[in-house]
Each structure stands twice: as structure tokens, then as C-alpha cells.
Antibody, heavy 125, light 107 residues
Framework: QVQLQQWGAGLLKPSETLSLTCGVH????????WNWIRQPPGKGLEWLGE???????FYNPSLQSRLTISIDTSKNQFSLKLTSMTAADTAVYYC???????????????????WGKGTAVTVSS | DIQMTQSPSSLSASVGDRITITCRAS??????VNWYQQELGKAPKLLIY???SLQSGVPSRFSGSGSGTDFTLTISSLQPEDFATYYC?????????FGQGTKLDVK
């Protein structure tokens, strides 16, 4: 049973950089996409970006200039860096695994099936 | 970006009720839709992928349907543990956008 354990600083000042890491336990990074998703207090989910085990990345255009997702296969973990943090970036940040599986039509479909517990991040002066 | 619009935003129901949540995409996305359940203070849980495929371990009272732009999540007979918030997500392309959520509470 794959589990994701995430860690990083939870309180930042405006303009600082958020750094979070997600460790993958009980499974490999290979052949999966590794996501970061966030949820502001009382609001919905926002997909931030993902990285494939090979290192290919896909970012939300709204954050692309500030966001970097990286992967360390030797440590079986992946990380997020978000620069120039503001109060609007206050949220619970989740790491999650993206997988492909067959639909009823036997085509492959993408879904996010394993999630970390989330890290609450607050930006305040 | 593909916009996903859920309705209703909130819904009150009773144990045993049948309920349906709707998600509409801003463009045709075939059956590239996932549904998630989020209990308060917890991470989301995958229920349905590819619009209608039930994730392993999810009770059969959950079902999904739709293609193109219109999708539904149905719970056939509500159980106490089903009162939560539900999100759709498109997996057609990136950014993998979510609907705004539907909060299901006890009537």
C-alpha cells in the first residue's frame, strides 16, 4: 500500500519561498505522475502541477513563473518550491500520485489515486 | 483552461436518499472526468474515474455517467458516511481543473 508522507515549513512571511517535500513509501516513483494540489481555507481544490518519474513537468499556467517541481529518485521523493509567497497562497498543500488505468472502453484514463495528508501553509507578516 | 462547473454547490439530503450531482465542462472532454469525495479535514478520495469506472474499494452505491460536456455522480442510497464534499476533475489535459465542489449535508 503506497503512502505519501509530506513535510515542510507551515508558516511563511510574504515574499518568502515555500518548500515542501513528499516521500513515497511502499512503492516506486516509476511510471507515475507526482502532483501538487492546494486548497485555500474554505475553498475548492487547485491543481498546481505534476512531474513524471523521468523529470518531465507540467505546471498550472497561473503559477508557472513561481513554481518548480522536482524529483529525487534516489530518495524516492519529490518536492515543490513556490517563490514570492503572498497571503493568497495560504492553503493546505497536498501531494498526490497520478496514475493511468483502463476505462470501460479499455482506453487509458488519468486519475489521482493516492494522496498525502496535506500540509497547512500560512503566509503572514 | 477547461472550466468545470458543478451544481448544486450545496445539497441537503437524508440517509437512504438517492442524490445526483452534476458537472459541466466548458468544452467536450469525452469521458475524461474523475470524481472525488472529501471529508472535513481530510485529503480527497478517488471515487470514479473515466466518468463511470468505480475505483477499487468504493461501494457500488456510487456511480458516474456522462460524456462530452455533461457528467453526473449518483449515490443510490445515502449512508451516514457519505455526507461530505464532492469534486469533479477533468483529466483531458493540463491544467487538470476541478469543479468548485458540492457540499452534501444532512437535511
Amino acid at each position: 500500500q503506497v503512502q505519501l508522507q509530506q513535510w515542510g515549513a507551515g508558516l511563511l512571511k510574504p515574499s518568502e519561498t515555500l518548500s515542501l517535500t513528499c516521500g513515497v513509501h511502499g512503492g516506486s516513483l516509476s511510471n507515475f505522475y507526482w502532483n501538487w494540489i492546494r486548497q485555500p481555507p474554505g475553498k475548492g481544490l487547485e491543481w498546481l502541477g505534476e512531474i513524471y518519474h523521468s523529470g518531465s513537468t507540467f505546471y498550472n499556467p497561473s503559477l508557472q513563473s513561481r513554481l518548480t517541481i522536482s524529483i529525487d529518485t534516489s530518495k524516492n521523493q519529490f518536492s515543490l518550491k513556490l517563490t514570492s509567497m503572498t497571503a493568497a497562497d495560504t492553503a493546505v498543500y497536498y501531494c498526490a500520485r497520478g496514475s493511468y488505468g483502463p476505462g470501460k472502453d479499455h482506453y487509458s484514463y488519468y486519475f489521482t489515486d493516492v494522496w498525502g495528508k496535506g500540509t497547512a501553509v500560512t503566509v503572514s507578516s | 483552461d477547461i472550466q468545470m462547473t458543478q451544481s448544486p454547490s450545496s445539497l441537503s439530503a437524508s440517509v437512504g436518499d438517492r442524490i445526483t450531482i452534476t458537472c459541466r465542462a466548458s468544452q467536450s472532454i469525452s469521458t475524461y472526468v474523475n470524481w472525488y469525495q472529501q471529508e472535513l479535514g481530510k485529503a480527497p478520495k478517488l471515487l470514479i474515474y473515466a466518468a463511470s469506472s468505480l475505483q477499487s474499494g468504493v461501494p457500488s452505491r456510487f456511480s458516474g455517467s456522462g460524456s462530452g460536456t455533461d457528467f453526473t455522480l449518483t449515490i443510490s442510497s445515502l449512508q451516514p458516511e457519505d455526507f461530505a464534499t464532492y469534486y469533479c476533475q477533468q483529466s483531458y489535459n493540463t491544467p487538470r481543473t476541478f469543479g468548485q465542489g458540492t457540499k452534501l449535508d444532512v437535511k
